[in-house]
Nanobody, 115 residues
Framework: QVQLVESGGGFVQPGGSLRLSCATR????????MDWYRQAPGKQREWVAG???????NYADSVKGRFTVSRDNAENIMYLQMNSLKPEDTGDYYC?????????WGQGTQVTVSS
């Protein structure tokens, strides 16, 4: 059974940092392109960052320079290091694994940035 489990969310003040993790089971992790998405209250889900099988990374303009995505293929985990957090980064963060015609999602972890 495929599982993607996000963790590391929480409450943080503006300017703070969090590191999210996406632990995976049941997939051949190093064959999947991995992405982070987020959904703010009342808004549509948006793409945040991604890391390919070849470890190429891409970021939404809104997080570029503040967030860093990485992956540990030995542990089957993807990370999102989030620095200089802003209130507009608040939302539920989801990881997504894509390979050919397979597409899996986690249940999300909540991030709240507020003073």
């Amino acid at each position: 059974q495929v599982q993607l489990v996000e963790s590391g969310g929480g409450f943080v003040q503006p300017g703070g940092s969090l590191r999210l993790s996406c632990a995976t089971r049941g997939i051949v992790f190093d064959r999947y392109n991995m992405d982070w998405y987020r959904q703010a209250p009342g808004k549509q889900r948006e793409w945040v960052a991604g890391i390919s099988v070849g470890r190429d990374t891409n970021y939404a303009d809104s997080v570029k320079g503040r967030f860093t995505v990485s992956r540990d293929n030995a542990e089957n985990i993807m990370y999102l290091q989030m620095n200089s957090l802003k209130p507009e980064d608040t939302g539920d963060y989801y990881c997504n694994a894509v390979s050919q015609n397979k597409d899996y999602w986690g249940q999300g972890t909540q991030v709240t940035v507020s003073s």
